[in-house]
């Protein structure tokens, strides 16, 4: 009988054991592997919003992804390419750029539309600028650094962009269709759009950002309280859709800012919502404008390896401004501005002016 109890014990301990491990929680991780989506932004640009127009820069649609920082990911299996980078790619660009406080990867979707002043015309108008569509992918690349006692906090962004000009950029598809639901008359001229192309962009820009209040770090919660932001940016870009160099400023001031970079117009490597921990409700006023010296535009200067298409002669000089309001609230952040830009052309009619939107998702870290 004694024999029966002390072969029988372990035997019931191990039973017990799994039961009760079927029962309990499992122990999470010591470090557990974040979720790789960080936060995603929908931007929406159009002439009508408080403008009432339907010309040059008349549609920008773009939807972005961006990821956690790429350093917390050691699963080559589930995380193949954000594990590779964080391991073997962060550690290359810290031996150039000490002090990288996080390594992000991005990729966005959209498409921007552009037609002349008149679109009740059929022919071509070869003194306004042509009809043109943009559809593009861009692939990005965030290197983040908090701030220290000689530099503030900034980061780097990389991005290259691909995508294609041209009907089948789907221009005529996507205007028409939306004049179809709203009731308005078709644009008649995409017959004359310029053709298709395929477009390649390399572009690479900066951005600071200085604060009244002690941040250093480049991101995480809303601050607390009041505070005001200053914001410079300077970058380049270079290929047969877009070369120029570029520099500009946000500033803006309200309660509980993010921990962002601003919020810029639809344009490559502006996106910089990172803010995974928002605190409560927040609002700010912000103000921005962004010049560009440049050397080709293809929507103006018309297809690089077509001779005799639609073309303007382009103003190697154009601004952007914008003023608008911000809010955010746990996860959400919501900005609406206004834009205007300057002539794009010689024999332009006017300046542009365009509305903007944003909303913004950010998913916290657990």
């Known amino acids: 009988m004694g024999n029966v109890v002390t072969t ?34 929908f931007y929406i640009e159009n002439d009508k919003f408080f403008a009432g127009t339907d010309q040059h820069y008349t549609q920008g649609l773009r939807m972005t992804w961006l990821s956690n920082d790429l350093s917390d990911f050691d699963d080559p299996k589930n995380f193949p390419l954000s594990t590779f980078i964080g391991q073997k790619i962060r550690p290359l660009i810290e031996r150039e750029f000490p002090g990288i406080s996080a390594v992000r990867r991005g990729i966005s979707f959209g498409q921007n539309l552009y ?20 559809l593009y992918l861009g692939w990005t690349f965030h290197v983040l650094r908090d701030a220290d006692a000689d530099q503030p906090a900034r980061t780097s962004v990389f991005e290259i962009t691909t995508g294609i000009v041209g009907p089948w950029a789907l221009g005529e598809w996507t205007q028409n269709g939306w004049h179809d639901l709203i009731r308005v008359p078709h644009a008649e ?21 200085y604060s009244t209040d002690d941040t250093r770090r480049t991101d995480g919660p809303a601050r607390a309280g009041f505070a005001a932001d200053l914001i410079p940016h300077y970058g380049l870009s270079v290929g047969n859709i877009g070369t120029y160099a570029n520099v500009g400023c946000e500033v803006r001031a309200g309660l509980r800012l993010p921990r962002d970079f601003g919020t810029p117009l639809i344009r490559p490597s502006g996106d910089t919502a990172i803010d995974h921990q928002p605190a409560a409700f927040g609002a700010h006023l912000f103000g921005s404008f962004d010049s560009r010296l440049i050397a080709r535009d293809v929507f103006l200067d018309g297809n690089t390896f077509r001779r005799g298409g ?11 401004w914008q003023v608008g309001l911000a809010f955010n609230f746990f996860r959400w952040k919501i900005t609406y501005s206004q834009a205007a830009r300057t002539k794009e052309f010689y024999g332009q009619q006017g300046r542009q002016v365009f509305g903007s939107m944003s909303v913004t998702y950010s998913r916290p870290l657990k």
């Open 310 to 320: 639609p073309r303007v002669d382009r103003r190697p000089v154009v601004a952007d």
């Open 115 to 134: 037609t002349p002043v008149s679109t009740t015309v059929f022919q071509p108008q070869p003194k306004d600028r042509p009809y043109a569509a943009w």
């Open 8 to 41: 029988g014990s372990p035997r019931l301990a191990l039973l017990a054991g799994a039961l009760l491990a079927t029962l309990l929680p499992a122990a999470e991780p010591a470090h557990p592997t974040p979720p790789l989506f960080g936060s995603a932004t």
């Open 189 to 209: 001229g995409w017959a004359h759009q310029l053709r298709n192309e395929p477009g390649l962009n390399l572009v690479w820009e900066r951005k600071l950002r």
